[in-house]
């Protein structure tokens, strides 16, 4: 194809009308964009050399190894660019620097910049104060033609830029930094002005067409083509497949401690040749369903189709929180309910699935479609879509020629391989307690350092991805950073009270989630309750009322300041956001024809304005029959709950909805509302711990779930997925993972030996069920009065402590000097004390190292690998321990194969592998052989 030809089909592949709020303005023509790709000379006409390469750097498409055909984003890109105009781009500049400001996700040396173009008092023609030398990069294409629009001084632009736009040489590396650039204190040449003109345009661009967000650049595309299939039969056929199979594995595992399960990105490593498999064997047949054409075979598995097969495998890879009730109710170690049948609990799961559906349609304007509703945790399933779909552009980053679907290949097969050793050869490694080693019946050092029943300060905690965990890559550094600030401030006071054995703590293991008898042995609730599982004063007058362990008592402390601080901040600093994202809710319900991206101009959100909305009605519909099956659910079965529990449940998720998803899609940090409604159910139905339960379920569900379907929109807002399909996908998935979640649950409770008990040798201890079936004994059964009153009075201050801390907090964050501000996040801090029971720090301390390497160093001084690599690397360690941890557990533990050695047994053999006891023995040192408040005096 010659040049002039390709230029006419470019004109084909990209329709441009102007405005970057209009949505036919990012819609391009997919097909003929990738198939005639332009070489460098033959884009950005109206730019010289040097101006294309700054452009290049920028975009981070300088690397690459053959500029004849450049990516399809940077055609797009250099066509915006020269149709934007200085003014528009101050503007768009201008509101990008009011709407991101203190944006924790926005880079500083990003915010500057915009700042510093917006106030540029030299030559806005493009000159700029500096002097110097540029080498350009010659492209050999036809003589560029300048207009007048855009005025250009040649002669001096070498001067202009000389220390912005590195010196490049044949063998030098395309992304190096000079010592020169890092002393100037930015960490790339783009951040200086040198060219205004240019440089205004480009940073508009980049917010009105693509992002604000690096991160998000990596992993979207700045244009969208409406016309590439989606919602076809092959993404029906291989989702529910694969969504089958990851629902089974990942229930099955899920009370496994740690966890293992088959993560999305292992999930979207069979979906892609199963499409492929599929896009080979299905006929190309069509054929007619009233007004609709069905295609089975509508030609190339598109990217589009992946990533919907992925939103409806994405509801398989968490299992419902209500499996811990039926667990709870059905199982002889906890309550032993024998009523609760199949029927029950099919109308159990599905309620409480189906209200965080119902909900999740109602929090898009506020949670969706905003910029700064970033959803961290969804990045790296788009940036493994992208190159496993998307053809790559060979390039050279910083030495590095190796394309992206190698390297997560490569790297999946390591972390494969490697799982092996400390998951089954050498498993002291896993949960390295090395310190404890060095004195295994050194009780106190156990406590302190210790892995098991420790607390877990160790600098070298784990050679284990499984504990360290791929969170370190994805979620922000000033998120992980703060997180374990707050679990060091928990560490230090859970010392305290355990060594001061306050509230006699000091009869109990240190660090256990279990509740316990006075006499330091595990409570069961069998014992104080009646045959319809309420509340025996009689019996409980004979054995007495639990006890927590230093850290639960910690924990508990930190959720109840959580909620009435996190309450109060949020809305203090974000109240205006909060208010409009409020108004348009109910504009929506009052006006249902109201377009709900009415008033964002996210470029993404302009984008799906090319696609039909899910109205709000559909979603209330699912909000009306989940009710009505929980209803039914408590109506047909000795549930012991009234139904007002339902609507109160909904009612105070209404409530905490905003505040709680707002501060999780901008910043990865999330809690639920168990704790609280545990509480108000407590004291409104007191000795009821199935009532207490059931609304607890329903109070967390509905807002963990509805977060968990707001995560699948926001990957269908950055594909482009008509927001139908994935309703559609959503709807057919949850209905699917629900009826087999329940099969493995049923399965395992009467067929796997010992399941949940402490001493299971498949180390299935269920750690979310036993903390919640403990909190429906202490917060239920034996009520939040008694607690309160008499066993753990200075928890209820905890209440007042958040709210009195939450206001110098806000002050602080308002008015105090900003680089300490910015990055500030109380809530965070609060929520690292939750970490422990019967978690630890040696479960976080990795992560914060792998967090600073790659999420502060890499990202900052190395922006083009980190944009290519960083996503994919996480994704390739979870594949590669997915992988690894299902062949491990059939092949050598299920039927028991393991090797003993020293290296699998020393980490059990002092104190920490068997901490079932405090420092302090009730039978030898408590009066009458038993701690707390005395028999007849009972609480």
């Known amino acids: 194809m010659t040049s002039s030809e390709k230029n006419i089909a470019n004109d084909v592949q990209i329709t441009s009308v102007g405005s970057h709020l209009n949505t036919a303005d990012h819609e391009v023509d997919l097909q003929a964009l990738t198939s005639n790709p332009l070489s460098i000379g033959e884009v950005g006409t109206t730019l010289t050399d040097a101006q294309k390469d700054f452009v290049l750097k920028r975009l ?428 060091l401030l928990g560490f230090f006071c859970i010392l305290g009270i355990f060594y001061s054995n306050y509230k006699w703590t000091g009869y109990l293991p240190p660090n256990s989630n279990r509740l316990f008898t006075n006499e330091g042995k595990p409570y069961s609730v069998t014992a104080i309750v009646n045959e319809q599982s309420l509340f025996d004063q009689e019996k409980y007058n004979e054995i007495g009322p639990p006890f927590y362990s230093a850290a639960n008592l910690v924990v508990y402390g930190a959720f109840f300041a959580l909620y009435p601080f996190h309450f109060v901040y949020e809305i203090a600093m974000n109240y205006k956001q909060m208010w409009e994202a409020l108004k348009s809710v109910f504009r929506g319900l009052r006006n249902f024809k109201r377009s709900t991206y009415e008033g964002f101009d996210d470029p993404h959100s302009v984008m799906m304005r090319a696609y039909p909305e899910v109205p709000e009605w559909a979603y209330l519909i699912i909000l009306i029959v989940s009710l009505v099956l929980a209803i039914l659910c408590v109506k047909l079965y000795p549930a012991e709950t009234p139904v007002w529990g339902i609507f109160f449940a909904l009612g105070i998720n209404f409530v905490f909805l905003i505040p709680l998803t707002t501060v999780q899609s901008r910043t990865m940090f999330g809690f639920g509302l168990n704790v609280l409604v545990e509480l108000i159910v407590g004291y409104a139905i007191p000795g009821n711990g199935l009532a207490l339960a059931f609304i607890k379920a329903l109070g967390y569900n509905i807002d963990g779930q509805a977060q968990n379907f707001i995560n699948d929109l926001k990957q269908g807002h950055y594909a482009k997925l008509p927001p139908r399909a994935t309703y559609r996908c959503q709807l057919l998935s949850v209905f699917i993972t629900s009826f087999i979640q329940l099969g493995i649950l049923n399965y395992q409770i009467t067929g796997i030996k010992d399941y949940c008990y402490p001493d299971n040798k498949q180390k299935f201890t269920c750690p979310g069920t036993v903390t919640f079936y403990n909190a429906s004994v202490l917060w239920g059964v034996i009520g939040p009065k008694k607690v309160f009153n008499g066993l753990y009075p200075i928890l209820q201050w905890c209440f007042l402590i958040g709210f009195l801390l939450a206001i110098p907090c806000v002050i602080f964050k308002k008015w105090g000097p900003r680089k300490l501000t910015k990055y500030f996040e109380p809530s965070i801090i609060i929520g690292g004390f939750l970490g422990f029971a019967p978690y630890n720090l040696s479960y976080s301390t990795g992560g914060l190292y792998v967090g600073y390497a790659f999420m502060h160093y890499v990202k900052r001084k190395y922006e083009a690998w980190w944009q290519k690599y960083d996503y994919l690397l996480a994704s390739g360690i979870d594949a590669g321990i997915a992988f690894s941890s299902i062949i491990i557990f059939f092949a050598v533990y299920y039927h028991d194969k393991s090797i003993s050695w020293w290296g699998n047994n020393v980490q059990y053999e002092g104190w920490d592998g068997s901490m079932t006891k405090g420092y302090l023995n009730a039978t030898l040192q408590a009066p009458d052989g038993y701690f707390g408040p005395r028999v007849g005096h009972f609480p």
């Open 60 to 487: 981070h498409f300088d690397s690459l190894l053959n500029f004849n055909e450049l990516p399809p984003q940077a055609t797009f890109i250099f066509e915006k660019i020269e149709q934007m105009s200085t003014e528009e781009a101050v503007e768009i500049l201008k509101n990008a620097i009011e709407e991101h400001k203190d944006d924790v996700n926005i880079l500083d040396e990003d915010e500057e910049l915009w700042e510093r173009l917006v106030n540029y008092k030299g030559d806005r023609h493009g000159h700029s104060d500096e002097k110097g030398e540029i080498h350009e990069r010659k492209y050999h294409h036809q003589p560029i033609a300048i207009p007048n629009t855009v005025p250009q001084h040649p002669s001096t632009f070498r001067e202009k830029i000389e220390s912005v736009i590195y010196t490049r040489k044949a063998s030098s590396d395309s992304s190096s930094i000079s010592d020169s650039e890092i002393e100037s204190g930015h960490s790339a040449p783009y951040y200086r002005i040198a060219d205004w003109s240019l440089q205004v345009r480009l940073e508009a661009v980049l917010i009105a067409y693509w992002s604000p967000y690096p991160q998000v650049r990596a992993v979207v595309d700045p244009y969208d083509d409406p016309t590439i299939p989606v919602e076809t039969i092959r993404v029906y056929i291989a989702a529910a497949l694969w969504t089958g199979i990851s629902a089974v594995i990942n229930q099955f595992f899920t009370e496994r401690q740690p966890g293992i399960g088959l993560g999305m990105s292992v999930v979207q490593v069979f979906l892609y040749p199963t499409g492929l498999v599929l896009e080979w064997i299905l006929p190309k047949w069509s054929f007619k369903i009233w007004k609709w054409t069905i295609h089975l075979n509508p030609g190339p598995y598109s990217f589009k189709e992946q990533m919907l097969a992925t939103i409806f495998c994405g509801v398989s890879n968490g299992t419902s929180y209500v499996s811990s009730n039926i667990l709870m109710q059905k199982s002889e170690l906890f309550y032993n309910n024998q009523w609760v049948d199949f029927g029950y609990q099919v109308l159990l799961i599905l309620s409480t699935n189906f209200l965080g559906f119902g909900l999740s349609g109602v929090m898009r304007q506020f949670a969706v479609y905003p910029t700064k509703a970033l959803w961290p945790s969804i990045l790296p399933s788009l940036r493994l879509n992208k190159t496993l779909m998307a053809k790559e552009v060979r390039s050279k980053i910083n030495g590095w020629t190796i394309s992206g679907y190698k390297f997560f290949f490569i790297v999946a097969a390591i972390s494969f391989l490697y799982f092996w050793v400390p998951d089954y050869l050498f498993t002291a490694i896993s949960q390295f307690n090395w310190m404890t080693w060095i004195k295994p019946d050194n009780y106190d050092l156990a406590v302190v350092t210790g892995s098991f029943g420790g607390l877990g300060m160790n600098p070298i905690p784990s050679f284990d991805m499984n504990i360290i965990g791929t969170s370190g890559f994805i979620a922000p550094f000033y998120n992980i950073l703060e997180g374990y600030i707050g679990m």
